[in-house]
């Protein structure tokens, strides 16, 4: 019996998906990592106010699921992942050949 096509998909889902689409715009890119460093507000809050999460649904999977039901030996999960954001933005705003902010 074949399998499915989407047996064992994995894919960027909205939250990275939509990442990769705004890390097309420096500025939008500048206005996250601002946030990401300074905001009180956490994770799902930051990208929700940034048009990454949409819905109620997804803010409540990535504060729910993400940042707290899985990996129950990292908690707290939050911290890491914004600064692993935080790392790839900054790494994202730089050419990769001579170090220099992309405009």
């Known amino acids: 019996m074949p399998r499915s096509?989407?047996?064992?998909?994995?894919?960027?889902?909205?939250?990275?998906g939509r990442l990769d689409t705004v890390s097309r715009d420096p500025a939008k890119l500048n206005q996250i990592l601002d946030d990401l460093r300074n905001a009180p507000d956490d994770l799902a809050g930051i990208y929700h106010k940034h048009g990454i999460l949409r819905t109620a649904e997804e803010i409540s999977h990535i504060r729910h699921?993400?940042?707290?039901?899985?990996?129950?030996?990292?908690q707290p999960l939050e911290p890491l992942l914004r600064?692993?954001?935080?790392?790839a933005i900054e790494t994202a705003l730089?050419?990769?050949?001579t170090g220099t902010v992309r405009e």
């Open 5 to 16: 096509l989407n047996a064992g998909n994995v894919s960027k889902g909205h939250l990275l």
């Open 83 to 87: 600064q692993g954001f935080i790392t």
């Open 94 to 97: 730089r050419d990769p050949d």
């Open 65 to 74: 699921h993400w940042c707290a039901a899985w990996f129950p030996q990292s």
